[in-house]
């Protein structure tokens, strides 16, 4: 069985979480029963998971080979990061609350600043470069709302932010980095445990995911997903052309992520001329976190498979 779910890209994530999010859609209480069940499965446990990935990939990095992995995964994540603050504030001066083509400013801001670190892992571990998943931590600032409470606490009048969420996801990257670096023994201790926490962190993120309410976004998702790919496509060119890599890098970091569906909840609380659009951002944010991972595994599989071929050809 095993196998067959990895010839599918990202099949140790992706299948868990697609399953998952099948019986939360069907019964989503099923393993709401207490004890080890509940906090294995039922998706409490997902910011653990999320902790001790980062602290296991972590130990990964050494830090002697930080600069390289800063001058390609931190370039890519430095152009996204000006991208996505330059196209939120454009969207919400441009087009105010109510967005455009019927997808709100608030869905279009989450959206576009997201990645999902979860399937960027899964991908570059089995396509990538042996560097590439030390830079998962770092990919997981842009899983959490960060980007998007920046861009609306520029557009605010208070301009106050909580930056809390950036320090809670460094510190455990940076624990695993001090454990690696001390002694490698570490390293070969925690590192293995990445792929074995993967599968479930995909389960775990499929408990938020109902498929009933992800289609009801009908066409909008499906158009705020080909809006995703657009404009942030300079990430993989900037993997691709700019810096000569492979592109797998650039290509996996193109997903939104499962965690930001509570993106416009979380930030109507704080902005509550947001509250009218959550509903249909949240739909639409389903939409395309189900669409991009399997379109992005997709994608990064015929990458892989065109640049295997083009060697070969050398």
Known sequence: MLDKINKVPAGTFLVPMLLSALVYTIAPNFVRIGGLTEAAFSGDGLNFILGAICLCSGTGIDVKRLVKILKRQGILLVVKFILSILLGLGVIALFGQKGILGISSVALVVALSSINPALYLSLVNEFGKEEDPAAFGLTGLFSIPVVPIIVYSLTSSSGSMDWSPVYSTLIPIAIGMLLGNIDKKFTTLFAPGVPMLIPFMGWNIGQGIDLVEATKSGLLGLVLVVIYYIFTSPIYFTDKKLLK??????????????????????????????????????????????????????????????NTKRQANK
Do not use: C, N, W
């Open 245 to 306: 890599q492979d592109g797998i890098a650039g290509l996996s970091m193109i997903s939104i992520a499962g965690v930001s569906v509570s993106a416009p909840m979380l930030l109507s609380q704080t902005h509550p001329e947001l509250a009218p659009y959550v509903t249909s951002a949240t739909a639409q944010l389903l939409t395309g976190v189900v669409v991009t991972s399997l379109l992005t595994s997709f994608l990064v599989k015929r990458l892989h498979s065109k």
